[in-house]
């Protein structure tokens, strides 16, 4: 069953359009992880060994939902499902890429 989008809580602000799309604690981690390549569940999960199952999958049926992500299903269960981004997705890699050059800008000044 598809996942439905979530509703947009400010209408026609595109903060807080952006924010429900990528926002969320593991989603920018996740398209940068696919934007290096496709990956299957297992492979992200182990990229992302601090983060559940239940809560990877959730992000994901979120980020499928969104279009930025595509899932493609390799076969009958239990074939792997291998995850990754579509055009759209790719169009965000700028701001993932833009974040992390932030995010190692803070580390050098305030540490951890």
């Known amino acids: 069953m598809d996942q439905p989008r979530r509703i947009n809580p400010i ?3 595109p903060l ?3 924010q429900a ?3 969320g604690r593991w ?5 940068y992880f696919l934007a290096q390549e ?5 492979g992200l999960s182990r990229r992302l060994s601090s ?3 239940k809560v990877l999958a959730e992000q994901l049926k979120e980020l499928v ?6 899932r493609t299903e390799t076969g009958p269960a239990p074939a ?3 995850y990754s981004l579509t055009d759209y997705g790719r169009s965000a890699i700028p701001l993932v890429d833009a974040l992390r050059h932030f995010g190692r800008g803070h580390i050098e000044r305030f540490g951890g």
């Open 11 to 13: 209408s026609d602000c």
């Open 16 to 18: 807080t359009a952006a």
């Open 21 to 23: 799309a990528i926002g």
């Open 27 to 31: 989603k920018l981690i996740i398209l």
């Open 38 to 42: 496709p990956v299957h569940f297992a």
């Open 51 to 53: 983060v559940s199952a």
């Open 65 to 70: 939902a969104d279009g930025l992500v595509d």
């Open 80 to 82: 792997p499902v291998v």
